[in-house]
């Protein structure tokens, strides 16, 4: 069955920098555009970054955009999100999901990771 594994979060300093992965397993990686969304607490789960399945065009939320970088290495079949300059606002639970295409919509998307808490303190 398809799995799609996040690394651990952890918590970081305001400033600091973290970098995601997502292991996936059960489908064919390369074939699928890849996307990160998170969800703080009492919050509706939002996007954060997309990448087309070739890795050629990534698209970013307004409110990380020039801090997190997605990438993907379709040889490991595994996603990646670099998240700099973090903020406290950055706090949330990070989810990497796969989607035959490539949206920002969490309706876009047909798979799930169980999600990884990132924790940024002021």
């Known amino acids: 069955q398809v799995q799609l594994v996040e690394s651990a979060g952890g918590l970081v300093q305001a400033g600091g920098s973290l970098r995601l992965s997502c292991a996936a397993s059960?489908?064919?990686?390369?074939?699928?555009?890849m996307g990160w969304f998170r969800q703080a607490p009492g919050k509706e789960r939002e996007f954060v970054a997309a990448i087309r399945s070739s890795g050629h065009s990534t698209y970013y939320a307004d409110s990380v955009k020039g801090r997190f970088t997605i990438s993907r290495d379709n040889a490991k079949n595994t996603l990646y999100l670099q998240m700099n300059s973090l903020k406290p606002e950055d706090t949330a639970v990070y989810y990497c999901?796969?989607?035959?295409?490539?949206?920002?919509?969490?309706?876009?998307?047909?798979?799930w990771g169980q999600g990884t808490q990132v924790t940024v303190s002021s």
């Open positions: 999901a796969a989607s035959l295409g490539t949206g920002t919509a969490y309706r876009d998307y047909h798979y």
């Open positions: 059960g489908l064919a990686f390369s074939s699928y555009g």
